[in-house]
């Protein structure tokens, strides 16, 4: 059975620093990285990583947020620097099974930027 389970979510001060953690387990994971969904928006990804490794960030979070993998322990961890109020959402970890051929996800963790 696989499973992500996040950590790290908070309320923090604009310009203030977070870290999300997920670890993953029950499978063998090809795609791993982060989405974030506001209210009445569709789900967007922030940032994902493969091996290789190939990163990808959508722009507005580029220069600010770095992802890394630990791929013998299958955790994905995103460092969120520099943050601002139109980055809180809830934020998903997202990770693709090479076996099943599916796409997971993690229960969420909100990350609020208010001062």
């Known amino acids: 059975q696989v499973q992500l389970v996040e950590s790290g979510g908070g309320l923090v001060q604009p310009g203030g620093a977070l870290r999300l953690s997920c670890a993953a387990s029950?499978?063998?994971?090809?795609?791993m990285g982060w989405y974030r969904q506001v209210p009445g928006k569709q789900r967007e990804m922030v940032a994902t990583?493969?091996?290789?490794?190939?990163?990808n960030y959508t722009d507005s979070v580029k220069g600010r947020f770095t992802i890394s993998r630990d791929a013998a322990k299958n955790t994905v961890d995103l460092q969120m620097n520099n943050l601002k109020p139109e980055d809180t959402a809830v934020y998903y970890c997202?990770?693709?099974?090479?076996?099943?051929?599916?796409?997971?996800w993690g229960k969420g963790t909100l990350v609020t930027v208010s001062s």
């Open positions: 029950g499978g063998i994971f090809s795609v």
């Open positions: 990583i493969s091996y290789g490794p190939t990163i």
């Open positions: 997202y990770a693709r099974e090479i076996l099943r051929a599916s796409n997971y």
